[in-house]
């Protein structure tokens, strides 16, 4: 059966291999098949790539990227952010990620480990809606007053060169 679903690819442009993310969705009839019947060997029939999230990248750029995602919008900011990490070793990159809770963080391992590799250059700030943290500014949902905060607290705007905003419709016009 044919069924359409668009998903962002989460690989950066210097890896080897082609990566999607698929969250699992209640109900969602190919999330749900894709997270429990898919498997190595399986053929899927796939349009080419169709997007234009990015900007032009110079390996001599020195500038500061931000992020505000909320769930799955984590899948094209991901590979937004190695492929930028890679391309220009100036650059850094601070993320803010929103989520109901630390166990629902779309590749946690993966950012943390980007974080660890990318010292200095890497900035993650996860903020929590339904799991409290020591941070206060951290608790709550990415609408347009933490976003505020954030700015004012943690970011300079002034300092930032190119934002992306990328989760649930809700959140984007907020922030």
Known sequence: ????????????VQEPHLRIGIKKVPGGRFSTWANEQLAPGDALEA???????HVPLDPANRKHYLAFVGGSGITPVLGIIK???LAEPESSFTLFYGNRASSTIMFREELEDIKNSSLGRFQLVHVLDREK???EL???ILDRAKCDMLLKHWVN??????AFICGPEAMMLQV
Do not use: H, K, W
């Open 157 to 162: 705007p002034t300092d930032v060169d190119t």
């Open 83 to 85: 492929t930028t990490l």
């Open 138 to 140: 951290f608790n709550g």
């Open 1 to 12: 059966e044919e069924i359409r679903r668009s998903y962002s690819i989460c690989a950066a």
């Open 133 to 135: 943290q020591e941070i």
């Open 47 to 53: 349009m080419p790539p169709m997007g234009s999230f």
